[in-house]
């Protein structure tokens, strides 16, 4: 389809990703990201796995092709994640002994020197090419009073390990803008634990330059009136913001599985995807970029989250065409 206008020729405020794996950057895949988005996020070659599958041996097979065509594109980078709970091999954890690590000196003192080997590394391998980093991704939980996730990286350095991210990513990258990531930040009490974290380290000097939503969103949650809140939650705190992983589920309960997309469905989804679009746009002074977390619905991870069915969350079906969605994001009043 050339004859509809490109995602990032319709909204000029900010620049629209997708994130992307080797399939997207090939043929019709390939040409599709190419016309229409000014941005990408690899959705795993950057994590730990897949660059540092064994200590101090690095692999960038699967992220250097993806870097390649951005560039080659002129689309921006942005880089997806240094620090994470998943996807990180288990030796990382693992301590001088042979076993699982402990909140002892030692321990913290390896991990932490892991994770500053890590940094250095990937991030200093592909230098101001990757301007956008989320350093670290979903460090929250709100269930906990602190609102700290009880990883392997917290029981064992407490908060030293966001500390250590953030002040070695500067290092290594002085221009780069440095990311703390989650999702659900349109849930107040998720959101305030985030906020509360952001505020003490950026007092401390602990340099945090943007707050990411990731805004996996279905077609009757949240409420526009939730995310507007969300957005304006960290303006005092004079940080970034971006929407870094949307989707819109056409799936409201864990329970539903359709064979195909009901339209009534896709029709909601549009009107979501509008509203969305248009808060981002009243806040463009905030939001610096939107990335949806994924290029079209033949890959998408809700395929098999929160169970195996098919879903689709994204601006183009499995056959790569512009769905209503895709009107709602370019122009409302084609909605059909
Ligand atoms: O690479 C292996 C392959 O060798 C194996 O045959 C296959 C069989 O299951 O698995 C492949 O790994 C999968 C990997 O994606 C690459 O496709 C993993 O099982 C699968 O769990 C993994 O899922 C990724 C997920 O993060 C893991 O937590 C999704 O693709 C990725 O989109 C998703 O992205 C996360 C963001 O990083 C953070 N926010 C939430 C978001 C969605 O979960």
């Known amino acids: ?53 064994s200590e101090n041996t690095f692999s960038y097979a699967q992220a250097d092709p993806l870097i390649a065509f951005a560039k080659s594109n002129g689309l921006a980078i942005r880089g997806h ?12 954890f693992t301590g001088a002994d042979g076993q699982p690590m402990t909140a002892t000196a030692e321990d913290k003192a390896l991990l932490l020197a892991r994770l500053e080997n890590h940094i250095r590394n990937v991030a200093g391998h592909y230098g ?26 917290f029981t064992v350095a407490g908060l030293d390990y966001i500390r250590t991210a953030f002040r070695v990513a500067r290092e290594v990258l002085p221009d780069a803008k440095l990311f703390i990531n989650d999702y659900n930040t349109n849930v107040p009490a998720k959101r305030d634990k985030l906020y ?38 960290f303006i005092p705190l004079g940080v970034e913001q971006q929407i870094t992983e949307m989707d819109v589920s056409i799936y409201t309960s864990s329970g539903e599985n359709f064979p195909t997309p009901p339209a009534d469905r896709l029709l909601q989804q549009a009107y979501v995807y509008r509203d969305t679009f248009a808060l981002f746009r009243k806040y463009a002074a905030e939001i610096t970029s939107v990335t949806l977390w994924g290029l079209a619905d033949d890959n998408t991870w809700l395929d098999t989250f929160p169970v195996t069915r098919k879903d689709a969350p994204l601006l183009f079906d499995t056959r790569l065409q512009a769905k209503s969605a895709y009107w709602g994001v370019v122009d409302p009043s084609k909605i059909s």
């Open 1 to 53: 389809q050339t004859d509809i206008p490109a995602v990032r020729d319709a909204v000029t405020a900010f620049p629209v990703g997708a994130a992307i794996t080797g399939a997207e950057i090939v043929g019709d895949h390939g040409l599709l990201l190419q016309r229409h988005f000014s941005s990408v996020t690899p959705g795993n070659a950057l994590k730990w796995d897949a660059t540092e599958p």
């Open 81 to 92: 994640t240094l620090v994470w709970h998943n996807q990180t091999p288990a030796w990382v």
């Open 128 to 153: 101001a090419s990757i301007a956008v980093w989320d350093v670290v991704n979903e460090v929250i939980d709100e269930n906990q009073s602190d609102g700290l996730r009880r990883s392997t990286w």
């Open 196 to 233: 509360a974290l952001v505020a003490q380290l950026r007092s401390e000097g602990v340099p945090i330059d943007g707050v990411g939503h990731q805004m996996h969103i279905n077609v009757s949650w949240p409420t526009i009136a939730e995310s507007e809140a969300m957005i304006q939650k």
